[in-house]
């Protein structure tokens, strides 16, 4: 579906792709997903309308591309590994997102992974075009499930890959869903970004961490 | 600054009342929160815009008394006892919430409320408008404290509030933040609701509440 600059892309497409990128973050952030449109996006980026229609075939292709891209970006300057997992779980190359480590410390790990979250929730490149496209997903079925599925599940599943190697390690139990038990540590933040029930600190994701793998009544 | 009808209303006022939630609720569902004008709620209710202006200042207010009245519906259907607590926070009888039992058995008690919340939120006359309601308070920050604060805060203090108790009966650990913990079964719940992560199930909500009681760790 979505197609990519072929690899000879000379330095001048290269360009254009980032501009489109960019218009398109700053135009959905701006007016919302429903007013912004290919067209737009062209021309804030200084490129016709078939320029874009040459490499994706929808807006909402742009976009897709524009938040992988934004996310490879913050995770290449926060120095984290790029894996070589493919995230967008589509077998493209070059949509790559960090794994979580495995120190062994399975608190320490989560901790880091959860503190770079707030660090790219609060970050302003990310924090106003991914709520215009999460809100439009609360009320558009289909793209939200879209987006789910190309950007966030493939994030859930890298927390899914290192609670199951805690299982191997003894340090959770064989008995818990990961699909489930990273929620409780993942969902908390997301509501208070979405919502703003309350402050997003480390100090508030390392007490989720802790709160999910010692549990709330006493050991 | 929400005004309500004086308590001599006639039945053709009380009529007039639940004509114009009716018609901001399923108005705010088809068309969304910005596009929904008390004009258009005033035509749909069949009163005249003055009548709405008599009774509330702005269509946020008229959104924010609809949805405490259904809230208020839907747990009296579903059999809740009204505890009558000022869910609204604003000093105002009349908007009430049923608050959390005490059974004793903490776990059964969450699970029964979640239960009651999974039906609520599976609840077509619920799930539009309160999705629209919340879409718009993504990207509407100051619009999304004002519901948080009058909708969804107070509900979650019932939870506080359980929660408390059950620190007094020795049942959930003393140095444990109630506001914080809570968040490990009721954003799980709102992330898969919102954002459709996953399925929504009695289950599912069970779930959650054991492994946030009881760790994800070995005990």
Known sequence: MVSKPAPDATRRSEKSRRAIYAAALSLVAEVGYP?????????????????????????????LEAFLDLAEQTAREAGHDTAG?????????GDEAAAIPDTGDLAADLKAVLRATVDELLDPRFDAPARALTAEGVVNEQ?????????????????????????????VRRD????????????????????????????????LVDYALYGLAPR
Do not use: C, M, N
């Open 85 to 93: 997992q493919d995230t967008a779980g589509d077998g493209t190359a």
């Open 35 to 63: 007013k912004t449109t290919v067209e737009a996006i062209a021309a804030r980026a200084g490129v016709g309308k078939q320029t874009i229609y040459r490499w994706w075939s929808s807006k909402a292709d742009v976009l």
């Open 176 to 207: 818990v869903d990961p699909r489930i038990a990273l929620e409780l540590f993942v969902s908390p933040l997301a509501q208070r970004w979405l919502q703003h029930t309350g402050p997003i600190t480390y100090d508030y994701t390392d007490t």
């Open 143 to 171: 793209l939200g499930r879209v987006f789910v599925a190309r950007l966030l599940e493939p994030q859930l599943q890298l927390y899914v890959a290192r609670l199951r190697s805690a299982q191997d390690a003894g340090h």
